[in-house]
């Protein structure tokens, strides 16, 4: 699944956007970032965020008008986002926004937490579902709604032998211990204080506006940490305080700030050492908070966010937490920047499929909840142009004639795992079209599968594959395809396109309100398939469309649509590939799930085989044995008793009848064993 998790943190300078791909579930959870992108928020967006911080200035209609204007900033990044990792909206599966906090109470009788950035806004540009508002569920639950990312930083950096703090340095920072496996631990995490905040507010203070931060620390590098108002920084309650915990704005923002700048000016202390004490007061708190609240200190710190990129902070944090090992996250595979990011784009992926992602050791919930309000994308017409994927150029493979061969197939491999995701969305039609057709069936009607090329190949396949599987008459499932059956081996070039044939098929076939026809076509253009399930539909037929562009011309005729939309190929048009694949898919699905209604198995067995060879006879007695649970020596010779007949022999065992009344009640049922074991004779 192809996930963008979007953040824009207490920093609020831009967003941070990361596209993944997500397989799997933990602990084995496969994943891969196939782009990040920051996008810096606009200076009138950013000044609206500011102002709305401020409880003074941040009144009910701005919060209002801000909350859509984040929504708007957001949808921009993810399609900004998604078009730089060279994907189409389309090819995203699902959005994971945590918007931007606005105020966060954590503890007491008025906890609550707010972020922004309007769902139903992302949801309706990108034409994607979003998953938000992470936070709420987990206060809900008694915790603090944060730090989040614990969870994923379990999943993703847990190491066999180190102790790992995992240590992001946002606006706020915060850190999640992970300890070693043998440890009998859990991961637990807890913000430490302030990141960036303080050293940003100063930042921009002491050049008059001109800086938004202490750009690569170069300021507190000419400065001297001033010992005494760091001892006193020290002494600020929160930093003393037993985890669970979480702070932000509320605590070390503007006033904070304030405060700080007050008391240096009183101590005379220039814009230099000003910038070097708060980055102190930042490198000294976190180390702080190892050495008084991790059950052990770390051999490794893993630095993530815009903090890792500040050189003089991270000295002076490496020294305090000497002599555990410091990295930055990128050095393990994961850019430092693009961390949280990625955190909700895995949180968003851990509730669509209804894991809850919150880690009560963290926040302090009274259990794991599933995070997040969904919100769901529109209806796919209004955002899929007709016929843009199958025959769409994929970016991902452009080098595919330069790399190795390994590199080769491990493309074709990727793009391959995304046919059994894009069905996914189809099965209720794909349930419709089983029961439609099983339903016919049972009154006398046939399956027919109506395609050209590719398409038509694969109809043929499966159609001639149901009478040694199931037993079933030659002419209950039919295939048609454009050209004759000469088209199976060879091209028929032309044959497609001739819409007056495919209506000739069906009227020779004498269709009727019975009958099932599929019409299959990746393009979802094809006229032969066209004319076919036209006539079908006069003719009264249930007609179902098989296509991988939506909307199609196809589905014009047909009564219910399926449409694996599996995106576009490794080799461009070459529809054969992922195309053909989710059309085997699904015919597999059809015939074999049909056959299923119709009784045409016993549990998972195919009791309909019929014993023509030696090697089916073998598979007759097995599945006689595995159905009744005797020995294959017993089961041939109950076969040979029921004149080789899996059902009959089968009913006539587990009734406890004779072979002719379990053969007669088997008639009176249409061949269904279920139905024959709990119908009385008559
Ligand atoms: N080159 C740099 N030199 C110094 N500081 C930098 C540099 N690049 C980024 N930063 C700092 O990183 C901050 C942004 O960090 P980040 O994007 O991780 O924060 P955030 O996600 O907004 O915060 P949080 O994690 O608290 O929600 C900037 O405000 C700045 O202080
Ligand atoms: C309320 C809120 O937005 N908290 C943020 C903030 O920024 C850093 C720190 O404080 C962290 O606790 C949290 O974000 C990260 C992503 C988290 O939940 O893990």
Same mark, same amino acid.
């Given at each position: 699944m192809i996930v963008i998790g979007l953040m824009s943190g207490t920093s609020a300078d831009g967003i941070d956007a990361a596209v993944v791909e997500l397989l799997g579930a933990p602990p084995r959870l496969e994943w891969h970032v196939l782009g990040y992108s920051h996008f810096a928020h606009a200076p009138e967006l950013r000044e609206e965020i500011f102002a709305c911080f401020r409880p003074e200035t941040g009144s009910v209609d701005r919060l209002c008008s801000l909350n859509f204007a984040l929504g708007e900033a957001f949808a921009s990044a993810a399609i900004e986002a998604a078009q730089q990792a060279g994907?189409?909206?389309?090819? !995203?599966?699902l959005i994971g926004s945590h918007g931007?906090?606005?105020?966060?109470?954590?503890?007491?009788?008025?906890a609550s937490t707010l972020q922004l950035g309007e769902p139903a806004v992302i949801a309706e540009r990108t034409g994607r579902p979003v998953v938000s508002n992470f936070r709420t569920r987990d206060m809900a639950a008694?915790?603090?709604?944060?730090?989040?990312?614990a969870y994923v930083d379990r999943i993703l950096l847990t190491h066999p032998e180190n102790r790992r703090a995992v240590q992001n340095i946002g606006g706020i920072a915060n850190v999640t211990y992970l300890p070693k496996p043998g440890d009998g631990q859990s991961a637990f995490a807890f913000d430490t204080g302030p990141g960036n905040m303080l050293i940003d507010a100063l930042a921009a203070r002491v050049s008059g506006g001109r800086l938004a931060c202490d750009v690569d620390g170069k300021l507190a590098a000419s400065g001297k940490v001033h010992a005494g108002l760091l001892a006193e920084l020290m002494e600020t309650a929160y930093l003393h305080q037993a985890p669970p915990k979480t702070t932000g704005r509320e605590l070390f923002g503007h006033t904070f700030a304030d405060i700080v700048w007050t008391r240096a000016e009183a101590l005379g202390l220039s814009a230099e050492d000003r910038l070097a004490t708060v980055t102190a007061f930042t490198a000294e708190s976190i180390a702080r908070a190892y050495a008084d609240f991790l059950p052990a200190q770390p051999d490794e710190v893993i630095l993530s966010g $815009? $903090?890792? +990129?500040?050189p003089t902070l991270v000295s002076m944090l490496a020294r305090r937490v000497a002599p555990a090992r410091v990295l930055t996250s990128d050095e393990l595979g994961l850019q430092a920047e693009a961390k949280e990011a990625v955190a909700f784009a895995v949180l968003a992926y851990e509730s669509w499929h209804n894991r809850p992602g919150n880690l009560p050791e963290a926040t302090g919930a009274r259990q794991s909840v599933i995070l997040g309000n969904f919100t769901p994308a529109p209806p796919r017409q209004s955002t899929i142009k007709p016929?843009?994927?199958?025959e769409a150029r994929n970016s991902y493979t452009e080098k595919i004639d330069q790399v190795s061969t390994l590199e080769m197939v491990q493309m074709i491999n990727r793009e391959d795992i995304k046919v059994a995701e894009a069905v996914r969305p189809e099965l209720p039609a794909i349930a419709l079209a089983i029961d439609g057709i099983a339903a016919r069936m049972q009154s006398g009607g046939r399956l027919i599968y109506i395609g050209a090329g590719t398409s038509g190949r694969l109809g043929i396949l499966d159609a001639s594959e149901c009478p040694p599987t199931?037993?079933?008459?030659?002419? +209950?499932v039919i295939a048609r395809i454009a050209?004759?059956?000469?088209?199976?081996?060879n091209a028929v070039e032309g044959?497609? @396109?001739d819409l007056e044939a495919g209506r000739r098929e069906i009227e020779a076939l004498e269709v009727n309100e019975k009958d099932s026809v599929v019409g299959i076509a990746a393009s979802g253009h094809t006229p032969y398939v066209l004319g076919g399930m036209q006539e079908a539909r006069h003719r009264g037929a249930l007609v179902i469309s098989l296509a991988c562009?939506?909307?199609?011309?196809?589905e014009e005729h047909a009564e219910i649509v399926i449409a694996?939309? !599996?995106?576009?190929e490794v080799v461009t $048009?070459?529809?054969?590939l992922k195309a053909g694949t989710a059309q085997k898919l699904v015919l597999n699905m059809l015939s074999t799930g049909t056959m299923i209604r119709l009784g045409k198995t016993y549990s998972n067995l195919? !009791? @309909?085989?019929?014993?023509?060879?030696l090697k089916l006879r073998a598979r007759g007695a097995r599945i006689v044995a595995q159905a009744c649970g005797i020995s294959d020596a017993e089961a041939r010779r109950l076969l040979e008793k029921c004149d080789n007949e899996v059902k009959t022999a089968i009913v006539s065992y587990l009734a406890d009848i004779p072979a002719a009344r379990a053969r007669s009640r088997l008639t009176a049922v249409h061949g269904v064993i279920r139905k024959a074991l709990s119908v009385k004779d008559l």
């Open positions: 994907l189409s909206m389309q090819q !995203v599966d931007q906090t606005l105020w966060h109470i954590p503890t007491g009788k008025q008694g915790g603090q709604g944060a730090p989040l990312v $815009g $903090g890792a +990129l500040n016929g843009s994927y199958t199931f037993s079933t008459p030659p002419e +209950l050209g004759g059956k000469r088209a199976i081996t044959a497609e @396109d562009n939506h909307p199609a011309p196809i694996p939309l !599996v995106g576009p $048009g070459s529809t054969r195919m !009791v @309909d085989v019929q014993m023509t060879n």
